[in-house]
């Protein structure tokens, strides 16, 4: 039996090591192939400038201020010191409800935004009004995300985040900001990819807990059930 470390848990089998040992094999080298990706990922060429400084409605930080209403261009979200920006879009608009697999996974980013921001800057886009999805954060106790609402242009549409006909779509879009200027440099585009039969996208998948929780025990994922916003 390969030994590949000394530790051993309360009445474990021969079997249970035998094949738990196989499988640490695969998780060392998944390991080593996700390091690989990012390293991938870390190296694309820059990608194009952004196609306008995009103008969305922002409010205070503070969520319990519920009349100050800004505007803030995309060039202004880059805080000193941190030249990347990593924007998710949140299927919300004015004519839809907020999207409950969006609620899981905004609600993870909520609890570890303040760990992310102390090193990228990060900001959560949906097309409903500003208001809107300020009250929808209040419910949820989302004090850590700084909301944006791109309801007045169109970032939703030419970063992929919405279909011709208005339906929504959840990317997660990183940006640069150089001396030439605000760069795109990376999407989610396993969204936009066929996925195998049976899998969603899961484009987003290696941030959110979730999923990866769900993957640790023996029933796994299953093949229908998703989280309810209740």
Known sequence: ?????????????????????????????????????????RRLPSGGNIKQDYVFDEGAADLSDRDTVMQTKLSGLFAAGKDS???YSFMYSSTSDPCPMCTAFLGG????APAIT??????????APIEKIRDYARQRGWANLRLLSSGGNSYNTDYAAETPDGEQIPPLNVFRKTPSG?????STEMFYAKSEPGQHPR???????????????PDGRGTDWYPRID
């Open 1 to 41: 039996m390969t030994q590949l470390h000394s530790q051993r848990f309360p009445g474990e089998s021969d079997g249970y090591r035998a094949a738990r040992n196989e499988l640490l094999i695969a998780e060392i080298d998944l390991r080593a192939r996700v390091e690989a990706v990012a390293d991938m990922r």
């Open 203 to 217: 484009h987003v998948d290696s941030l959110w807990p979730l999923w990866n929780m769900l993957d640790l025990v």
């Open 182 to 186: 605000v760069h795109h440099t990376y």
């Open 85 to 87: 920006l990593v924007i």
């Open 109 to 112: 980013l909520n609890g570890n």
């Open 118 to 127: 102390q090193c990228v800057n990060l900001v959560v886009v949906a097309k």
